[in-house]
């Protein structure tokens, strides 16, 4: 089982930046894709951004790209997301998973594909 904790969020003017961390538990991390996801009241969830297990494939929404970058550490079990340029729009609660799967082979950014979820935490971008 893998327990995902995020920090980081909070209340930002727009245009402002914030870098969201997602610190996971258990020893598979290293062998893990990971994402963020945000989700507003009354819609799905929809995917933000996304790492493989060894960096080397990314996946960001059109409407993040060039502003949102996602990385990770893992040698500290931890996955940022790093937005800057911050819209209104984007206030949403956001949510760190892992995929159950190890070593997939291709990145995915359908919220189905990831099996372990963090308690989610607000962004707020006030105009």
């Known amino acids: 089982q893998v327990q995902l904790v995020e920090s980081g969020g909070g209340l930002v003017q727009a245009g402002g930046s914030l870098r969201l961390s997602c610190a996971a538990s258990?020893?598979?991390?290293?062998?893990?894709?990971m994402g963020w996801f945000r989700q507003v009241p009354g819609k799905e969830r929809q995917s933000v951004a996304v790492?493989?297990?060894?960096?080397?494939?990314?996946y960001y929404a059109d409407s993040v790209k060039g502003r949102f970058t996602i990385s990770r550490d893992n040698a500290k079990n931890t996955v940022y997301l790093q937005m800057n340029s911050l819209k209104p729009e984007e206030t949403a609660v956001y949510y760190c998973?892992?995929?159950?799967?190890?070593?997939?082979?291709?990145?995915?950014?359908?919220?189905?594909?990831?099996?372990?979820w963090g308690q989610g935490i607000q962004v707020t971008v006030s105009s």
């Open positions: 258990g020893r598979t991390f290293s062998s893990q894709d």
């Open positions: 790492i493989s297990w060894s960096s080397r494939s990314t």
């Open positions: 998973a892992a995929s159950r799967l190890l070593y997939r082979g291709r990145i995915s950014a359908a919220p189905n594909d990831y099996d372990y």
